[in-house]
């Protein structure tokens, strides 16, 4: 069955740590995207690839780097996660973005 | 600012009641589409709706859009209390596929 895996779902982690939290999706779609998302708020998007080995930075300003190697997998790694990026962080991934997005399930992070 | 902005930002009825809820954009736009959240998880595309259309069905969900006042609206017919969750508007308003989410609207459906 096609779809879109995060993982983990929920990381604890002390501050200073590396992490990297794995996005893939078995569609074939070349788009994909990473939103940060607190509780209850707007989704904001810092990462976005249109296919292998293009990576954009989004419209917030993210101290996270990505990576595009093959089509269906984008992972997302903090270099020295800090308290203040303890949020939601969803994945998509999209046909052209003509029929809408499908998103992951969220990995909900916290920093402590 | 935000691209998409939800009217009301919480709404609360009655199951089977009707809920409606709005959004405004800013720029113009190629296609609107409504997503829902539940609690915790990611979003689930509900509907899209092309520059060209004014009005589009799925199952009990209705969603219009007028291009001259750049907003949009997303009817729930007959509600039901499984209908709770967070609705979000997002536009695609270049053709590079990359869409903007607005803050969303959380709809309560009590039973």
């Known amino acids: 069955e096609a779809d879109i895996y995060q993982t983990p779902r929920y990381l604890v982690i002390g501050t200073g740590k590396k992490i990297t939290l794995e996005c893939s999706q078995t569609m074939g779609h070349d788009k994909m995207y990473w939103y940060q998302q607190d509780p209850g708020m707007e989704l904001h998007l810092i990462h976005y690839s249109y296919g292998v080995n293009s990576t954009e930075k989004g419209d917030l300003s993210s101290e996270s780097t990505v990576s595009r190697i093959r089509t269906e997998h984008f992972p997302l790694t903090l270099e020295s996660a800090r308290p203040s990026h303890t949020s939601q962080y969803l994945c998509?991934?999209?046909?052209?973005?003509?029929?809408?997005?499908?998103f992951g399930s969220g990995t909900r992070l916290t920093v402590v | 600012s935000q691209q998409g902005e939800e009217d009301p930002q919480a709404l609360s009825i009655q199951e089977g009641e009707n809920a409606t809820m709005n959004c405004s954009y800013k720029?113009?736009?190629?296609?609107l589409q409504w997503y829902r959240q539940n609690s915790g998880r990611g979003l689930v595309h509900l509907i899209l709706i092309r520059s060209n259309e004014r009005e589009k069905h799925s199952g009990r969900l209705r969603v219009t859009l007028d291009t001259s006042k750049k907003s949009s609206s997303l009817l729930i017919t007959a509600s039901r209390a499984a209908d709770t969750a967070s609705y979000f508007c997002?536009?695609?308003?270049?053709?590079?596929?990359?869409?903007?989410f607005g803050d969303g609207t959380t709809l309560t459906v009590k039973p």
């Open positions: 997002a536009t695609d308003s270049t053709n590079a596929g990359k869409s903007t």
């Open positions: 998509a991934s999209s046909e052209n973005g003509v029929y809408g997005y499908t």
């Open positions: 720029t113009s736009i190629n296609n």
